[in-house]
């Protein structure tokens, strides 16, 4: 089974501050594209950063990059110099159907982060 | 606005009443799911349309009907719900190339009574 596990449920962190939000995820596929997705009380889901399997190099977007870790199926999510405006549920997620646009995407439970002030 | 909008926002209806939720998207998406979002679960997968034409059906009562009459519309037809259908219903489509991120509407809140 294809699963993805956060088991952050909540975090908070002091605004400019850094904080990292945990997954990981089983699959015996070898090429697979992995997600983060924001969703903020307006519950619009925004993509934050998106990580192709088959390369090495960990993506990012701004003050958010990720540390893929491909053999332990790892796929953290760093917020540098975090703002009030990325308080919001983040959800790691993945497909592994990457040639078929009707592939599933597949959700964690997310982590509910707050930024304070 | 990410270019796939869900209509209504909110919606209430009793158990025995029929509603139905739209989603529309003009990104040139050629796949549309639907998902359900309740509280303290991970978002479920519902339906999968590619080109118009279901592809994944993950077990949802047939209380629920999908309608994909276009690549650019989607329909989810509901009848005799029950309380514990009460959700965020969110609407999702990609691009032909797949490999690409997916786009998500505000989705529908709602409440079974």
């Known amino acids: 089974a294809q699963t993805v596990t956060q088991s952050q449920p909540e975090m908070s962190v002091q605004e400019a501050e850094t904080v990292t939000l945990s997954c990981t995820y089983d699959?015996?596929?070898?090429?697979?594209?992995l997600f983060w997705y924001k969703q903020p009380p307006s519950r619009q889901m925004i993509l934050v950063i998106r990580?192709?399997?088959?390369?090495?190099q960990n993506a990012t977007e701004n003050r958010f990059s990720v540390n893929f870790q491909k053999a332990a199926k790892s796929f953290s999510l760093k917020i540098s110099d975090s703002q009030l405006g990325d308080t919001a549920m983040y959800f790691c997620a993945f497909t592994t159907q990457i040639y078929n646009q009707g592939g599933k995407l597949i959700f964690g439970q997310g982590t509910e982060l707050s930024v304070k002030p | 606005e990410t270019g796939v909008t869900q209509t209504p926002r909110h919606l209430v209806m009793g158990m025995t009443n029929k509603k139905s939720l739209k989603c529309e998207q003009h990104?040139?998406?050629?796949?549309m799911y639907w998902y359900k979002q309740s509280a303290k679960k991970p978002l479920e997968l519902m339906f999968v349309y590619n080109f118009k034409e279901q592809t994944e059906n993950n077990s949802v009562p047939s209380r629920f009907s999908p309608e994909c009459p276009n690549s650019s519309h989607l329909f989810l037809h509901l009848h005799t719900l029950q309380p514990e259908d009460s959700a965020l219903y969110l609407c999702?489509?990609?691009?032909?190339?797949?490999?690409?991120?997916?786009?998500f509407g505000s989705g529908t809140r709602l409440t079974v009574v």
């Open positions: 699959t015996s596929e070898n090429n697979y594209y």
């Open positions: 990580q192709e399997a088959y390369k090495q």
């Open positions: 999702a489509s990609r691009s032909y190339r797949g490999g690409g991120g997916y786009t």
């Open positions: 990104l040139g998406h050629n796949a």
